[in-house]
């Protein structure tokens, strides 16, 4: 009796496990391995092109890529020509080194911030790459309203006469804003420290700690003025908290003008095992791009939407900005004077110390999912 059960017992396993191999009939979809993939972002409008995408990709044209939403602005799932590919997670993390630290510690696999934060940890050893441009410009100067300054002269003669320093907030030492500031204070001969102790300087920058932070300071009077990005500097126009003196890009040595500011990084290991989807995740952020210089009242609406800022500081702020995924000249060029910059500065203190801009971006770039996206992007065309 128990050679006949055990007999029994292994023909079902056997009948089992080849109904589990069996084939699948002609034309059944593959099934492919669905992945979790979590994006991080700052929460500005310097990172419009995730925005527009998660809230208009249904109005893009056809690539096959499509998305499902589960929660807005948290969850979505990624499909591949009706195949889902995906599971999105999207989380918002700090700006400056926040977001390419939650990069290398793996809890986000795919992050949208600034250019600088990303190389700076590239330069740590940490297992970042830049994957992708992203933005440009939208660095802005801004002061009290009551503030007598009213162009980059004026503070420079203010600074260089004053006989006390000048108290000028930031985000975040790895901030943009904060590194084109302090090149051009290098360049016009005033001194500054983040020593608030030191009375023998011209200019005392202070980490406020957080964008969210710039306006309250300014307003308190904690600081005199701030560098910082949009859209904070045109909220602090509207609530009349601050005004803008100018616009960074445009201070000396002039090395700066349409200089990329928000970038994409990944996780080495998210660019290996996740590339499908981070792939099809710049496709639409391609088209957003396309879509943002195309429509500007839904560029408002998706920024309004995920930021919760007025409609009034948004058509103030997207227009200062520029988006763009091309790695065109212009974009390498401006590139390499961050690598310079950052260099002369002392901010690159490992990886990246003393290299040439082509040997730092060696170390710094991966290209190869944006290359697979354009791609993609060219087989749409000859169809």
Not at 41 to 47: E, N, P, T
Not at 172 to 180: F, G, H, M, Q, R
Request: glycine share 8%.
């Amino acid at each position: 009796m128990k050679k006949l059960l055990f007999s029994l017992l292994g023909m079902c396993l056997t009948l089992a496990g080849c109904k589990k191999n069996a084939p699948q009939p002609p034309g059944t979809p593959p099934v492919a391995a669905v992945t979790t993939l979590k994006i991080g972002h700052v929460g500005h409008d310097h990172q419009l092109a995730l925005y527009a995408a998660m809230d208009y990709w249904n109005e893009f044209p056809d690539t096959g890529i499509s998305l499902k939403t589960i929660e807005a602005q948290k969850f979505y799932e990624l499909y591949d020509k009706g195949t889902k590919i995906a599971d999105l997670e999207i989380i918002k993390v700090g700006g400056g080194s926040l977001m390419p630290t939650a990069l290398a510690q793996g809890v986000i696999d795919i992050g949208i911030g600034g250019v600088p934060a990303v190389m700076s940890a590239a330069d740590s050893g940490s297992p970042v790459k830049l994957i992708s441009p992203l933005h440009s410009r939208g660095d802005m100067f801004v002061v009290a309203p009551a503030n007598p300054i009213t162009t980059w002269d004026d503070f420079v003669k203010t600074a260089l006469a004053a006989q006390t320093p000048i108290r000028i907030g930031y985000k975040d030492p790895a901030a943009v804003a904060k590194l084109i500031f302090e090149q051009a204070l290098t360049h016009e001969g005033i001194s500054f420290s983040e020593d608030a102790g030191r009375l023998d300087v011209k200019v005392h920058l202070v980490n406020v700690k957080g964008e969210g932070k710039l306006n309250l300071s300014l307003g308190s009077n904690l600081v005199e003025g701030y560098v910082g990005n949009n859209p904070h500097a045109a909220i602090a126009v509207d609530q009349k908290i601050g005004k803008i003196i100018c616009d960074l890009e445009d201070l000396p040595p002039g090395n700066f003008k349409n200089h990329p500011c928000c970038c994409i990084g990944a996780n080495t290991d998210a660019i290996r095992h996740k590339a499908q989807a981070i792939t099809a995740v710049l496709v639409l952020c391609k088209q957003a791009t396309a879509m943002i210089h195309g429509n500007l009242d839904k560029s408002v609406d998706a920024a309004v939407h995920w930021l919760g800022t007025s409609r009034t500081v948004e058509q103030m702020s997207i227009p200062t900005s520029g988006y763009s995924m091309d790695r065109d000249t212009d974009w390498q060029t401006s590139m390499d004077h961050w690598i310079i910059a950052m260099n002369k500065l002392g901010h690159f203190k490992g990886q990246l110390k003393g290299l040439t801009p082509q040997q730092a971006c060696d170390k710094v770039y991966d290209f190869s999912l944006l290359n697979a996206a354009e791609q993609r992007f060219e087989t749409i065309k000859e169809h």
